[in-house]
């Protein structure tokens, strides 16, 4: 089984020069490199060859792509009807489903009957559902949470927070000596987008959020305010680096890493280099919730899920989808957590302290996974694209304190109502 590195106008050359030979070849894009985002390349690298029997004589031409930039590259290749005949890109939902109407992607239901996918509950089914057919195979599943630096927490006398007031006097604290509060970098936008989601989960609950994102209540409502205002709060009261607008996302990290700031809120996706990164002694909390009555939680998804092209040909979907029950096994799960620091889709934290995964991991799953009926929605996947790309230029104007928390649910009700009007919303 092959593999590349990114080269999208080679790989579709030597996919199509190998499609000529009599061998099933499948074209596969994926985003698991060595470092960055998603860094689970030596799972990924180890499952090529223990799962190369699956595919019954099969090959694989595989093509690694950066996190963020195969979520552009696929869509491109959807337009120019090159796509691959197996991704796994991000994110699911909404594009998801964008990608079904026009008739992109290939539905799966008969393969999740033949192989019992049934690690996949229902509510990541619906999003990777359209019109009552499952079009996505989801994997990773992703958490938010507060990475912090345990040892500096020791050094100030300071202990995990319990509530929001605490947080707040914990980044009160560390403003005061001097040390970055958190660690958050806006340059390249979508960071912004986790943060809010994060804030605005804890501030306003999962049943208020399906009332706007499913129902007729319009971003405009006074939680949804209250979250905005309180985004931008923690902007002005210095809880970020300066400039932090013009910070990239990985600079942040490396400002955690490296011990200038105390904490930083994102998610499971980065866990391969902070546990790879960090030389102090690692933890991680969830946020408590920002409003009283509203319950503890935090923004849950997939990271990715596997599709497949509906112009792949019977015969490679088949040897696809054997090895996508292959890479969803058992056994590979546990690859995935023990190479990759990376959790799949129902692997529970009991499973992941029997294989021996990294503490942090253990840690940062086994408060994400408890709070199941709790757990809210991550921005990106959920919106249109169209209104996410609204999103992203307004939240840096609003952390910049360019407009009110008002004026940025107005801007981001109209294209809602836009999106609304041209079919483009998500429903489960």
Same mark, same amino acid.
């Given at each position: 089984?092959?593999?590349?590195?990114?080269?999208?106008?080679?790989?579709?050359?030597?996919?199509?020069?190998?499609?000529?030979?009599?061998?099933?070849?499948?074209?596969?894009?994926?985003?698991?490199?060595?470092?960055?985002?998603?860094?689970?390349?030596?799972?990924?690298?180890?499952?090529?060859?223990?799962?190369?029997?699956?595919? =019954?004589?099969?090959?694989?031409?595989?093509?690694?792509? #950066?996190?963020?930039?195969?979520?552009?590259?696929?869509? @491109?290749?959807?337009?120019?009807?090159?796509? #691959?005949? @197996?991704?796994?890109?991000?994110?699911?939902?909404?594009?998801?489903?964008?990608?079904?109407?026009?008739?992109?992607?290939?539905?799966?239901?008969?393969?999740?009957?033949?192989?019992?996918?049934?690690?996949?509950?229902?509510?990541?089914? =619906?999003?990777?559902?359209?019109?009552?057919?499952?079009?996505?195979?989801?994997?990773?599943?992703? @958490?938010?949470?507060?990475?912090?630096?345990?040892?500096?927490?020791?050094?100030?006398?300071?202990?995990?927070?319990?509530?929001?007031?605490?947080?707040?006097?914990?980044?009160?604290?560390?403003?005061?000596?001097?040390?970055?509060?958190?660690?958050?970098?806006?340059?390249?936008?979508?960071?912004?987008?986790?943060?809010?989601?994060?804030?605005?989960?804890?501030?306003?609950?999962? !049943?208020?959020?399906?009332?706007?994102?499913?129902?007729?209540?319009?971003?405009?409502? #006074?939680?949804?305010?209250? !979250?905005?205002?309180?985004?931008?709060?923690?902007?002005?009261?210095?809880?970020?680096?300066?400039?932090?607008?013009?910070?990239?996302?990985?600079?942040?990290?490396?400002?955690?890493?490296?011990?200038?700031?105390?904490?930083?809120?994102?998610?499971?996706?980065? @866990?391969?280099?902070?546990?790879?990164?960090?030389?102090?002694?690692?933890?991680?909390?969830?946020?408590?919730?920002?409003?009283?009555?509203?319950?503890?939680?935090?923004?849950?998804?997939?990271?990715?899920?596997?599709?497949?092209?509906?112009?792949?040909?019977?015969?490679?979907?088949?040897?696809?989808?054997?090895?996508?029950?292959?890479?969803?096994?058992?056994?590979?799960?546990?690859?995935?957590?023990?190479?990759?620091?990376?959790?799949?889709?129902?692997?529970?934290?009991?499973?992941?302290?029997?294989?021996?995964?990294?503490?942090?991991?253990?840690?940062?799953?086994?408060?994400?996974?408890?709070?199941?009926?709790?757990?809210?929605?991550?921005?990106?996947?959920?919106?249109?694209?169209?209104?996410?790309?609204?999103?992203?230029?307004?939240?840096?104007?609003?952390?910049?304190?360019?407009?009110?928390?008002?004026?940025?649910?107005?801007?981001?009700?109209?294209?809602?109502?836009?999106?609304?009007?041209?079919?483009?919303?998500?429903?489960?």
């Amino acid at each position: 089984m092959k593999h590349t590195v990114w080269s999208a106008p080679l790989a579709l050359f030597i996919a199509t020069q190998a499609s000529a030979q009599d061998t099933v070849v499948v074209t596969q894009w994926d985003q698991f490199a060595q470092s960055g985002i998603t860094a689970a390349g030596p799972a990924m690298d180890e499952l090529i060859a223990s799962c190369k029997p699956a595919l =019954g004589g099969a090959e694989v031409l595989r093509t690694i792509a #950066p996190s963020i930039g195969i979520r552009d590259s696929y869509r @491109l290749a959807v337009s120019a009807g090159k796509t #691959p005949d @197996l991704a796994y890109t991000w994110p699911a939902a909404s594009v998801l489903s964008g990608y079904a109407r026009i008739g992109a992607l290939a539905p799966l239901d008969e393969y999740f009957e033949k192989y019992g996918w049934d690690q996949v509950n229902e509510f990541y089914k =619906g999003r990777n559902s359209y019109e009552g057919k499952i079009y996505g195979l989801p994997m990773e599943q992703d @958490l938010m949470g507060v990475y912090y630096n345990k040892d500096l927490f020791a050094e100030k006398g300071l202990t995990v927070p319990t509530t929001y007031a605490e947080f707040q006097a914990l980044a009160e604290t560390f403003k005061a000596e001097e040390i970055i509060p958190v660690a958050f970098g806006n340059r390249d936008r979508w960071p912004a987008t986790n943060t809010f989601s994060l804030i605005l989960g804890l501030t306003a609950g999962r !049943a208020l959020e399906e009332e706007v994102f499913f129902g007729d209540e319009p971003w405009t409502n #006074p939680t949804f305010v209250q !979250a905005a205002q309180t985004f931008q709060d923690w902007a002005e009261a210095g809880y970020f680096p300066r400039g932090f607008n013009g910070v990239g996302y990985d600079e942040a990290n490396a400002l955690f890493l490296s011990g200038r700031a105390a904490m930083t809120i994102t998610g499971t996706w980065v @866990l391969q280099d902070m546990i790879r990164g960090a030389e102090f002694d690692l933890g991680v909390f969830m946020l408590p919730p920002i409003t009283e009555g509203v319950p503890a939680g935090t923004v849950w998804g997939e990271g990715s899920q596997w599709q497949l092209a509906a112009t792949a040909a019977p015969a490679v979907r088949d040897a696809a989808a054997a090895y996508l029950d292959c890479l969803v096994s058992p056994e590979s799960r546990k690859v995935w957590v023990q190479k990759g620091h990376t959790v799949t889709i129902g692997t529970t934290p009991e499973e992941l302290a029997a294989w021996g995964a990294d503490p942090v991991v253990q840690e940062f799953f086994a408060g994400g996974l408890a709070t199941p009926d709790a757990n809210f929605y991550d921005l990106h996947t959920t919106l249109p694209e169209s209104v996410t790309q609204v999103l992203y230029p307004e939240l840096q104007r609003l952390v910049g304190g360019q407009v009110t928390a008002e004026e940025f649910l107005a801007t981001l009700q109209a294209a809602w109502e836009t999106a609304g009007a041209n079919g483009e919303r998500w429903i489960p």
